[in-house]
């Protein structure tokens, strides 16, 4: 079965400094990676996704994520971080089996990004 | 363009009820699925729709969950005798099925409260 985990509650940051929001799979087979933002009362919002080729992605508001086979992480990582960034991320990895591509989500990480 | 639409944003109800949700997707996007987000169960899937069948029914949790999509475009999610344990907010995505680059695109959710 399909699953990615996200070690993480909560993760705190100043503005300015790098994040790295943690997330780890586990799959059969190739995996599809994605990264979503959740703002407060709001839906989940695409950041980014894996599916072959180059092992960093980059995807919107200058978040990036990095694939790294051997350790089975898909870290979401931002150089420079804003008081903007803060909101719920959930990392999910796409179901290989059935008829269906539904997404299996993570428990999702809390930013907080102090100013 | 216009995203994923669902009504009502919030929907306050008595236990035993019964509610319709309602998703408008992505004009032209063929595929639609159904999660639910809530706190002991983090985000879950429901149903997925390819047109107007529904060849995934697997995360819908008892028989008083039920969907359907007409005309291949707005989907109603029909939950019959609310529980409490129903309280959660209801998210719709939808997508272009593009093989293996697939993203799907999530709408702002129904908060659901049952009394």
């Known amino acids: 079965a399909q699953s990615v985990a996200q070690p993480e509650d909560q993760v705190n940051v100043a503005e300015g400094n790098p994040l790295t929001v943690k997330c780890t799979y586990s799959?059969?087979?190739?995996?599809?990676l994605f990264w979503y933002v959740q703002y407060p009362n709001r839906g989940l919002q695409f950041l980014l996704k894996?599916?072959?080729?180059?092992?960093l992605v980059k995807g919107s508001y200058g978040f990036e994520a990095e694939f790294n086979k051997s350790q089975t992480s898909f870290h979401l990582k931002k150089p420079s971080a804003l008081v903007s960034d803060s909101a719920l991320y959930f990392c999910?990895?796409?179901?290989?089996?059935?008829?269906?591509?539904?997404?299996?989500f993570g428990t999702g990480t809390l930013l907080a990004v102090q100013p | 363009g216009a995203g994923v639409s669902q009504s009502p944003s919030n929907k306050v109800t008595e236990k035993g009820k019964d509610v319709e949700l309602r998703c408008d997707p992505i004009s032209g996007h063929t595929a639609l699925y159904w999660y639910r987000q809530s706190l002991g169960q983090g985000l879950e899937f429901l149903i997925y729709?390819?047109?107007?069948?529904?060849?995934?029914k697997s995360g819908l949790p008892s028989d008083r969950f039920s969907a359907e999509r007409t005309g291949g475009s707005v989907s109603t999610l029909t939950i019959q005798r609310t529980q409490q344990e129903d309280s959660a907010v209801y998210l719709c995505?939808?997508?272009?099925?593009?093989?293996?680059?697939?993203?799907?695109?999530f709408g702002p959710g129904t908060r659901l409260l049952v009394l």
């Open positions: 999910a990895v796409r179901d290989r089996g059935g008829a269906t591509n539904k997404l299996i």
């Open positions: 995505a939808s997508s272009l099925v593009q093989g293996v680059q697939e993203t799907q695109y």
């Open positions: 894996y599916i072959t080729g180059d092992n």
């Open positions: 729709f390819q047109g107007n069948s529904a060849p995934d």
């Open positions: 799959v059969s087979g190739n995996p599809y």
